[in-house]
């Protein structure tokens, strides 16, 4: 049985837990994007966008939507972009957003097979118990030949950067989520997922077994960022 630490969820990421976690961050999940990511958030969807070569009128899943910051960013490029999370605060603190939202387990998606051109999920494929599983599920509803872009934090790829990284995660960040997040706690549970995460290779094997092909990743910001490029 998973358990809690204060309001954080444990790294056994059982699934109402980290819902729970994620309800507890919503009002003021976006400020808090920006201030750790010292602003880079933003051009860190800019990349995800680009790398899924979205066309208008094709059909978008964003997976771990949030508030929908990331499917409002998706929806520039004149694709249907349906955002969709299975925390239901972090929607409803996205309400102002103008774009379609549903409440949605990554493991058990509410969508029929293949309706989706593209799909992405940002920073979100971390926090899926069976990631594994829920690669398969994303595949389940894209149709064969689409695309698949994963964002995640990854592994930076300069050994004293990754050092000094490190360093960052583990204390600085709990105490900066301390002064802007609405539940700091859950920020411990995100600095160890981080470091507990695979290497840019490792999931690339690892998306590539749950039955997508041509694997790629790029590195953003010296490896802080992995984008993952694959196809159904």
């Known amino acids: 049985m998973a358990t809690t630490h204060g309001s954080r969820a444990s790294l056994e990421k059982d699934p109402r837990e980290v819902a729970s976690m994620f309800d507890g961050v919503a009002k003021r999940y976006d400020l808090t994007n920006v201030v750790l990511s010292f602003g880079q958030d ?11 070569g979205l066309k208008p009128g094709e059909r978008v899943l964003d997976l771990a939507a949030g508030t929908g910051v990331s499917t409002v960013e998706l929806g520039r490029s004149g694709a249907w972009c349906v955002a969709t999370d299975f925390s239901k605060g972090m929607l409803e603190a996205g309400a102002e957003r103008d774009v379609p939202k549903v409440a949605g387990d990554a493991m058990h998606l509410p969508y029929a097979d293949g309706v989706f051109d593209a799909a992405t999920i940002s920073f979100g494929l971390r926090n899926v ?5 829920g690669l398969r599920e994303i595949a389940r509803v894209t149709r064969p030949g689409g695309r698949l872009v994963v964002s995640e934090f990854s592994t930076p790829v300069f050994g004293p950067f990754r050092t000094v990284y490190m360093e960052y995660l583990m204390k600085a960040l709990p105490r900066v989520a301390r002064a802007v997040s609405s539940n700091p706690d859950a920020y411990v549970y995100l600095a160890e997922s981080i470091r507990a995460w695979p290497t840019q290779e490792q999931l690339a094997k690892r998306i590539e077994a749950a039955g997508w092909k041509n694997v790629q990743w790029r590195n953003l910001t010296g490896g802080i960022v992995a984008l993952h490029r694959a196809t159904r």
Do not use: I
């Open 42 to 52: 933003r051009g860190w969807r800019k990349a995800t966008r680009s790398a899924l």
């Open 129 to 133: 118990s069976d990631f594994d599983a």
